[in-house]
């Protein structure tokens, strides 16, 4: 016990940004990343960390993809690269909804 706790003085919580997503949610709605916490969680869980960030890589990655969607974002970069360097070149003209123009309506 620290000799002058400020935090419950205070009634504030510098640790909150480290509470797992896991835990007990408001209306009981799993976070988006759920399934993959709890895959790293079990892995991780009693070996220690520098055991964990060997055995456990592939869960961890999983984890940190499905937080910080990087994969996703560099894959749909690429398709939005791909997709105006057809157009430039005339081989691929995109549908009408997709220009910007409405379906006409009766």
């Not at 909150?16 to 209306?27: A, C, G, K």
């Not at 009693?46 to 055991?51: A, D, L, P, Q």
């Amino acid at each position: 016990m620290p000799f002058l706790d400020v935090e419950k003085r205070l009634g504030i919580n510098l640790d909150r940004h480290l509470t797992i997503q896991s835990s007990e949610q408001p209306f009981k709605i799993a976070s988006r990343c759920h399934a993959f916490e709890k895959e790293w969680i079990e892995c991780a869980h009693g070996i220690g960390n520098i055991r964990a960030q060997k055995e456990c890589k592939i869960e961890l990655d999983d984890f940190h993809e499905c937080l910080n969607r990087q994969k996703t974002l560099q894959r749909l970069n690429l398709i939005k690269k791909q997709r105006a360097k057809l157009i430039k070149e005339g081989k691929y003209t995109p549908p009408p909804h997709h220009q910007g123009l409405g379906e006409e309506r009766p």
